[in-house]
């Protein structure tokens, strides 16, 4: 363990510990995140629509703050992984400007019309990245083949790809999970995501060994607004103008605890298959 500047225990990344990753998108759900025990962090906008590329201003007062690692998500709209020249000039012109600002990683995945990883792209994003960290995001999850799409990230020098095994939540997408853990061995990390808590740790790292855990712990906040136009809305469906989603430090301490209690039973015992539901 060491400690934080916030004075909150956090496990070392690379020690065979494990890994929390917790994405955010203000600097309340940052600092929040760091006091529960994150690991590092993953700097997004919009995270109600999945998160987009954030904005400058935030990444610089999150990396004032927090002092764990930082890697910024370079999407620059909703919906598919398959980029106009234009957008995916934008990816790169963005990360090589966060990392000007002190990046510690990058997080970003490009794809072709027939579901294939696109090479071409993701080598340049490497380029970018140079010795910092690329993590290949959830376009794996719409990939056709997950299995060569895995080698083809090895090939690349992607350090981590983040799955839910392409599921809507890791939990359902656990078999596939499984496997591609097996199969990535040492090689790149598989970093489990969509529906993960405390509980999901514990069974995921019991039944297929799952070691390294992307969430982003959320709350709803009211709106602190008085008067409120009630009969307006400018948001997505089911999420008005009053109610603001935080990252919720108590689930992050949960998840942070669930962990360290993994580690320290190393090397745990296998779950039977079908325990985690």
Partial sequence: MEKKACGCERLLVGSGDGVLEVCVDSVESALAAVRGGADRLEICGNLIIGGTTPGVSLF???????????YVLLRPRYGDFLYTEREFQMI???GR???????DGIVAGCL???????????EQLRRVAGQKHLTLHRAFDM???PFQTLEEAVGLGVDTILTSGQQETCIKGKKLLGRLIRQAGERVEILAGS??????????AGEIQARAFHMSGKKVVESRMIYRKEEVSM????????????????EIQRASAALRKVA??????????????
Avoid: H
Avoid at 195 to 204: D, K, P, Q, T, Y
């Fill in 60 to 70: 610089r007062q999150i990396r004032e703050v927090c002092d764990v690692e930082l």
């Fill in 92 to 94: 790169l012109e963005d």
């Fill in 97 to 103: 400007q966060f990392f000007d600002l002190g990046a």
């Fill in 112 to 122: 072709w019309q027939d579901g294939s990883l696109d090479r071409g792209r993701m």
């Fill in 143 to 145: 990939c056709a083949d």
């Fill in 195 to 204: 529906g993960v808590n405390a509980e999901v740790i514990a069974c995921l």
């Fill in 235 to 250: 948001g997505i469906p089911g999420m008005g103008e009053y109610s603001i989603l935080r990252t919720d430090e108590k």
């Fill in 264 to 277: 320290a039973r190393q090397p745990a015992s296998v779950l039977p298959e079908g325990s985690c539901q």
